[in-house]
């Protein structure tokens, strides 16, 4: 079971992929991804306006919750835009749906009145068609609400919008990986489990620089990928992503067919093993044949040139142990292993006030001290004349029970009422806009800076536990390795000699001269301060001492 995908020659320069240079715009047949809100990614290939397309005259349609978005409001627009949503014609598409049932029942038979009417309907939308692409005449109409926003196709985005076809490698990991496997521009990886093609996209970005050409090593992926619908997948998405040829997609086990492409070594320098048994994969990854080293046919799928980094992708601990049993037993060095805890922080600023609004991002307590004490001493006045109020309906009834002053005290009840009413409706409508809410806030100041700056931890950490295995495999150290660091001596700067080049008898030597070196030079210290002793007794007292 081996089947290759290597991409064709190309003798003309290759479409660049969205992944790698998105340009300035959104372009016809290119991927996009689609903002619905902050966690809701959609991808979407734009499609050229030709004409009616599943019953919408607007052409491609895509609808959400948020309304519904023709393709061609979302072309030749920058990166990043806001796109507004349309009012899109959903009757035509019905009818449509419905002209096909009745021509199923009539069995061929189509009745006039559907054809007049549908004669009529293209007549009243014709297409118009210029050089470049069809064009719909259709007018696009913006709707009054709803709106989302178009992003260009990058790993990370990608990432938390592709379809699953398996457990992907999340950002937090897979950027991690890449720092500690060294890939970098110009690099060759390996990568064995392709899954959903997360790590895949990721890691081609970070090797790339260039399109390769006949004869020219340039950075590229090796992926391998057991599960046969998965590997068609995969390879249907890196076609139409312009990645096929940086991408070199493999369908095999390597437990028992190994990392090499048509009996040719990749000459890898990094490898990521996302594998069940990663331990059953190592023995390929080796300098010489594990059970018989003295092979010399035996090809190695790593850069003799270079020292191998790897990493292995497990989410149980047994498989850790297993794993770094197999690396010691080929001689893999500096292994460690690594879990990543990944949290999200939001940053926004929250306003305080009594007199704001209910909005987002708004808390209805007291600013301060002194606006609490207001709202208390407004409360407790209330509190005195609805108290007041409701005595003197109770004296009234008390004294006088005749139906009149009843009538009387309803009626002066009820337009205390309204009055009541009307106060109260005067402080709802107190908007936070208006000036007595601002007196406390600095002049000049956007809605959008005011209040504090306040930081929330997202309550639980989405990501899945996952232990990653790090490795480095030297390069094999021959006879002309020695002989070139033999030859070169590579001597310390300033150092005359070599370390490690003096026998025992002549570091003593060298270590007795420098001994009485030492001694010579304390004792012409001891005479040349006596010297200057006996020179200043002299010129103190007078008197020459022998």
């Keep these: 079971m081996d089947d290759t995908m290597a991409p064709k020659t190309r003798s003309q320069t290759p479409k660049i992929s969205p992944f790698l240079e998105p340009g300035k715009t959104t372009q016809v047949e290119s991927l996009a991804i689609l903002q619905l809100s902050r966690d809701n990614l959609q991808p979407v290939y734009l499609k050229a306006p030709s004409g009616k397309h599943d019953g919408y005259a607007e052409g491609a349609v895509v609808n959400t919750r948020y309304g519904s978005f023709p393709h061609s409001t979302m072309i030749g627009v920058p990166w990043g835009s806001q796109i507004r949503a349309s009012k899109v014609d959903t009757g035509s598409r019905g009818r449509n749906n419905k002209r096909k049932r009745n021509k199923s029942d009539d069995d061929g038979k189509e009745d006039s009145a559907t054809v007049a009417e549908e004669k009529t309907e293209q007549e009243s939308t014709p297409a118009e068609v210029n050089d470049d692409s069809a064009a719909v005449a259709k007018k696009i109409v913006a709707d009054v609400s709803g709106f989302i926003h178009i992003l260009p196709p990058t790993p990370e985005v990608w990432t938390s919008s592709l379809p699953h076809r398996t457990q992907v490698v999340y950002t937090p990991d897979y950027s991690y990986v890449l720092h500690r496997i060294r890939a970098r521009p110009g690099s060759v990886l390996i990568e064995a489990g392709a899954g959903s093609g997360s790590f895949s996209h990721a890691s081609v970005r970070a090797v790339y620089n260039g399109y390769p050409s006949e004869g020219e090593r340039k950075g590229k992926v090796y992926s391998f990928e057991f599960h046969e619908q998965r590997f068609h997948k995969m390879n249907q998405e890196l076609k139409e992503h312009n990645l096929n040829s940086l991408v070199h997609l493999t369908h095999r086990d390597v437990y028992n067919g190994g990392f090499l492409i048509d009996g040719k070594s990749p000459e890898a320098e990094a490898i990521f093993l996302d594998l069940p048994a990663p331990w059953e994969a190592l023995h390929h990854l080796s300098r010489r044949n594990p059970k018989n080293p003295e092979d010399k046919e035996w090809v190695s799928p790593l850069n003799p040139k270079k020292s191998a980094h790897i990493c292995t992708f497990s989410p149980c601990i047994e498989q850790v142990t297993k794993t770094v049993s197999a690396m010691r037993r080929l001689g893999w060095v500096d292994i460690d292993m690594v879990e990543i805890a990944n949290r999200k922080y939001h940053t926004s600023r929250e306003r305080v006030g009594l007199n704001l ?81 601002f007196e406390a806030l600095p002049s000049g100041v956007p809605m959008w800076m005011e209040g504090r700056l306040i930081t929330r931890g997202e309550p639980e950490i989405k990501t899945h536990t996952s232990y990653l295995v790090f490795a480095t495999l030297p390069i094999e150290w021959t006879e002309e390795n020695e002989a070139a660091a033999a030859a070169a001596r590579h001597p310390v700067i300033g150092e005359q000699k070599v370390i490690g080049l003096v026998d025992k008898a002549a570091r003593k030597q060298e270590r007795r001269e420098q001994l009485q070196k030492a001694t010579g030079n304390r004792k012409a210290r001891r005479m040349e301060r006596a010297a200057e002793l006996a020179v200043t007794a002299e010129e103190e007292v007078g008197v020459v001492v022998p």
């Excluded at 207001?374 to 003197?392: P, V």
């Excluded at 005749?402 to 109260?424: A, V, W």
Aim: aromatic share 2%; net charge negative.
């Design 357 to 437: 609004s209910m909005d987002r991002g708004v808390n209805n307590s007291a600013r301060d001290v002194d606006e609490a004490l207001s709202r208390l001493t407004e409360i407790e006045a209330r509190f005195r004349e609805h108290a007041a109020r409701s005595k003197e309906s109770d004296d009234e009834v008390d004294g006088d029970e005749d139906d009149g002053l009843i009538k009387r005290r309803e009626k002066k009840e009820q337009k205390g009422g309204r009055k009541r009413g009307g106060e109260k409706k005067v402080k709802i409508d107190h908007k936070p806009d208006s000036p007595e809410s």
